[in-house]
């Protein structure tokens, strides 16, 4: 056995620091990606200086052309296609053509389970295929809760179907995920063979099938109803002890105050949510407002807090319910929903003080869900990471401004006035162009792709504002930093290094079974790190087993980019997983509990499918 040069033990122990970083999350996974980028670019001008006062024999070489190949990824065509990408999904959702076939299909679906999966699944699969998958179940999320609400299904049936077949409906074409532009990019690099339009479309259909029979059934039974089919929104979040109605008496200290400095800048735990002043209901801003005597205020707190604020503030409780039809009271258009926190939202990491979040989006948050865990008191300082859910009261207008924020996905239908319902046939048109003329080899997929984000561009269906809204940065900003360490594994020898550790499987099993090996391994990195990260890491393994067995690599390539486009057994492997973890009320084991014989099953359909279609 040749000893293992400094350069693969530097490159292995970047590796090992990132998965340790992607696991944990202490830091974005896009910054993560950045540091990784930033520390090979370091190695090898660090290690010249050591060799130079004699404390290395030599300089740890990384990159056969250093810098360009640690700055790769800036350029990479994976990376400007997968951005040209979220420009054209965006051009699409701006025209509310998913949505208006989303409710047309969810019209016939009625209280009846198994039409409701299978119009979720029918929906959002074959849409995944043609814009980007998270993008589709950003979409159709809205849909699908209101869909289990009018037809009394608990939306914790629905919910994970959707995020599952996002994921195999990806797989149908070559522009349904990022991770398959980045593998086809890396195969073309390694192998000299890129993934047409179609490549894989045939075994995308049977993984499909079976997926849609597997959620239809097994996966129908197996996942729980977390959250009980309801209407009322404050009994969904069990608010029924932390809202109440005050009355201000003519004693009171609060009468002449102002509602920001009497009852807002409070040291109490306590949120005003409306105002009902002679039969009016008056919702955020509320806080430049003068207190009257009479005044009834809708409050979040605790009977604790509260019991302290009736005899302080000088208020008498009103005897009421406050529930969804009495906070809905103050406005013709729904004012309580629900919001989930996006991928890449700004407010990642903040609290809904730091983030000034009442007097930025004149909101007010009643509860917070994360997963199965509800905050219904001392919220404003706790950090909000992405997949949690806000209960949310506000103007119609402000929850239609929340529906617009990037950082947020509304979880109700939102009657919207900005779609640009004229743009449809443009919009799709560009869409089925692009698809086009990279399926018929006239142009590459990056090309076609960049010309088609201008076209919705130049067609007005995006405005240039919006440009750069449509894009999701972390995505795009991980792209760059991870694909110089598949380069660095490669170059180093490291690929090979790990390839022969797994080709010595080949002595037990057939080819068929290391092909299987493969998948498994992806699939488990990839339900623990980001799926484009598992991607750059195993594609470069598989190559160099395949070529040692003999095999067919491109086999290889394609089992791994299966399995990293379809993770599911933990929230955190794929971001539609994300999306749905709060509005679901999932637990962590829910995903191994339902995802986890998915996993098996597509394991063996894949690798079989793979064999029979292109051979080992």
């Known amino acids: 056995m040749e000893p293992i040069s400094s350069g693969v033990v530097v490159v292995f122990l970047v590796v090992l620091a990132a998965l340790a970083l992607f696991v944990t999350e202490p830091v974005p996974v896009d910054v993560t990606a950045i540091g990784v980028m930033v520390a090979l670019l370091l190695v090898q001008p660090a290690s010249a200086a050591l060799a130079g006062v004699g404390a290395l024999a030599e300089p740890i070489v990384i990159f056969a052309d250093y810098p360009a190949d640690a700055l790769s990824g800036f350029s990479s065509q994976a990376t400007l296609t997968v951005l040209a990408m979220f420009i054209l999904s965006d051009g699409v959702q701006r025209t509310g053509v998913i949505q208006r076939l989303g409710a047309r299909i969810a019209a016939f679906t009625g209280d009846s389970l198994g039409r409701q999966l299978g119009a979720t699944i029918g929906v959002v699969a074959p849409i995944s295929g043609f814009i980007n998958n998270t993008a589709a179940v950003a979409i159709l999320l809205p849909m699908v809760t209101d869909l289990a609400e009018r037809g009394g299904t608990s939306p914790s049936k629905l919910l994970l179907a959707l995020s599952y077949a996002s994921m195999f409906g990806g797989m149908l074409t070559l522009i349904g995920t990022s991770t398959n532009i980045l593998a086809s990019e890396l195969s073309g690099r390694l192998i000299g063979r890129t993934f047409t339009m179609f490549e894989f479309t045939q075994l995308g259909i049977v993984v499909s099938v079976v997926g849609t029979a597997y959620l239809l059934t097994v996966g129908r039974w197996l996942t729980p109803e977390r959250i009980k089919p309801k209407v009322d929104l404050t009994e969904e979040f069990e608010m029924a002890d932390y809202l109440t109605e005050v009355v201000v008496r003519e004693d009171s200290p609060l009468v002449g105050q102002q509602v920001r400095r009497a009852l807002v800048e409070t040291e109490f735990d306590v949120d005003l949510i409306q105002l009902i002043r002679g039969g009016e209901v008056y919702l955020e801003p509320l806080g430049p407002k003068e207190i009257q005597a009479g005044d009834v205020f809708a409050l979040r707190t605790d009977r604790d807090t509260l019991v302290e604020l009736l005899d302080v503030e000088g208020l008498d409780p009103v005897p009421t319910v406050v529930d969804e039809s009495e906070l809905e009271a103050g406005e013709e258009r729904q004012n309580l929903v629900e919001i989930v926190v996006a991928p890449g939202s700004s407010l990642v990491g903040k609290s809904l003080t730091s983030a000034?979040?009442?007097?930025?989006?004149?909101?007010?948050?009643?509860?917070?869900?994360?997963?199965?865990?509800?905050?219904?008191?001392?919220?404003?300082?706790?950090?909000?990471?992405?997949?949690?859910?806000?209960?949310?009261?506000?103007?119609?207008?402000?929850?239609?401004?929340?529906?617009?924020?990037?950082?947020?996905?509304?979880?109700?239908?939102?009657?919207?006035?900005?779609?640009?319902?004229?743009?449809?046939?443009?919009?799709?048109?560009?869409?089925?162009?692009?698809?086009?003329?990279?399926?018929?080899?006239?142009?590459?997929?990056?090309?076609?792709?960049?010309?088609?984000?201008?076209?919705?561009?130049?067609?007005?269906?995006?405005?240039?504002?919006?440009?750069?809204?449509?894009?999701?940065?972390?995505?795009?900003?991980?792209?760059?930093?991870?694909?110089?360490?598949?380069?660095?594994?490669?170059?180093?020898?490291?690929?090979?290094?790990?390839?022969?550790?797994?080709?010595?499987?080949?002595?037990?099993?057939?080819?068929?079974?290391?092909?299987?090996?493969?998948?498994?391994?992806?699939?488990?990195?990839?339900?623990?790190?980001?799926?484009?990260?598992?991607?750059?890491l195993m594609v470069p393994v598989a190559v160099e087993a395949a070529q040692s067995l003999g095999a067919n690599a491109f086999a290889f390539v394609l089992a791994v980019t299966f399995a990293a486009s379809t993770a599911f057994m933990t929230p955190v492997g794929y971001q539609t997983n994300l999306f749905v973890y709060g509005p679901g009320g999932y637990r962590f084991s829910d995903y191994i509990r339902v995802g986890g014989p998915l996993q098996l099953v597509f394991a063996a359909v894949t690798t079989v499918g793979i064999a029979v279609i292109w051979g080992l």
């Open 356 to 536: 000034s979040f009442r007097q930025r989006y004149n909101a007010t948050v009643l509860a917070l869900r994360r997963g199965g865990e509800l905050f219904r008191r001392r919220m404003d300082n706790v950090s909000l990471r992405v997949g949690d859910t806000l209960l949310v009261q506000a103007t119609a207008d402000s929850v239609e401004r929340l529906d617009s924020n990037r950082d947020f996905i509304v979880a109700q239908e939102i009657e919207r006035h900005d779609f640009r319902v004229e743009k449809t046939p443009v919009a799709v048109g560009i869409i089925v162009a692009v698809v086009g003329l990279a399926a018929l080899d006239f142009l590459p997929i990056v090309v076609s792709a960049l010309a088609g984000s201008l076209a919705m561009i130049g067609t007005r269906c995006l405005r240039p504002g919006e440009l750069y809204e449509s894009v999701q940065w972390d995505v795009v900003f991980l792209l760059a930093g991870v694909i110089p360490l598949g380069i660095a594994l490669e170059s180093t020898g490291g690929a090979a290094l790990l390839a022969g550790l797994v080709v010595a499987v080949g002595d037990v099993l057939p080819l068929v079974g290391v092909l299987g090996v493969f998948y498994l391994l992806t699939a488990v990195l990839t339900n623990v790190i980001s799926n484009n990260a598992s991607v750059v």
